[in-house]
């Protein structure tokens, strides 16, 4: 178990900083879409 431990913690270390990297692009990505949607809105009404 100490030995499995050792192998998964390094990898887990390496995978989190991505993961919350990745949640970061999610989240500006859908600001974008937000935006992008909001201002197609506002065209359309002009």
Known sequence: MAQQGGLIDPLVSQLNPMAVAMRQKMEFFGWCAL????????CDRA
């Open 35 to 42: 935006l992008a949607s909001f201002f197609e809105r506002l």
